[in-house]
């Protein structure tokens, strides 16, 4: 009984994830998710009494997930330039996933941050800050190496980074698709590597 019960948490979440990265969290609702699910919207409110749960719940989730993935690029014993490739390539397959209409959970999330109430803006903010500091670690080792040049502090060029890969998921979602967006990423991995 209860594998089944996280089982049908884990599908729940699996499904507002996939709503709020094409439509954002005001866009998405219990209803889209009991459709999906083929459940009634009681029982997804019986998994999560209201929306800021399920979203502190995903996000949990998201974070962790993640930082597993990103970790593994960090620590690789590659050189950074391609560790920038492989962090970038997490930004570009979200894009290519169905309908070439996702984006990050935390950068959809960020246009609404006002709508969030604090627990979940919190964790927004965490996950950038970690992404950002993750990033900063590449661009560190990568000044070591030689291999990247970095104008200015790394702190705030970890963050340029990071503002540019979000923006750009948004907007290759608008207009260009994964094609826009490797563009610019190639334009912005030009100005880093040395």
């Known amino acids: 009984m209860e594998a089944a019960q996280s089982e049908m948490r884990d599908r729940i979440l699996d499904v507002a994830l996939d ?16 459709a999906a699910v083929g459940i009634r919207k009681a ?9 800021g749960d399920l979203l502190h719940a995903l996000l949990l989730r ?36 169905g309908s070439q209409d996702k984006s990050c959970l935390c950068g959809m999330l960020a246009g609404e941050l006002l709508s969030l109430d604090e627990k979940n803006v919190e964790q927004v903010r965490a996950f950038l800050r970690e992404n950002a500091h993750q990033l900063k670690a590449i661009l560190a080792q990568g000044v070591k190496e030689e291999t990247l040049r970095v104008p200015g502090d790394l702190e705030s060029t970890s963050h340029m980074v990071l503002s540019t890969l979000e923006g750009a998921l948004l907007l290759a979602r608008c207009d ?18 040395a």
């Open 176 to 193: 260009g698709g994964p094609k826009r967006m490797e563009a610019v990423l190639t334009q912005l991995r030009k100005l880093l590597e």
């Open 43 to 51: 029982s997804v409110h019986h998994h999560f009494a209201g929306k």
């Open 62 to 97: 998201y974070r962790a997930d993640f930082n597993r993935v990103v970790g593994q690029v960090v620590t690789a014993p590659v050189a950074a330039p391609l560790k920038l490739r492989r962090y970038f390539a997490l930004f570009v397959n979200t894009l290519r996933e």
């Open 19 to 34: 709503l709020i990265q094409r439509r954002g969290l005001n866009g998405m609702s219990y209803q889209d998710i009991s």
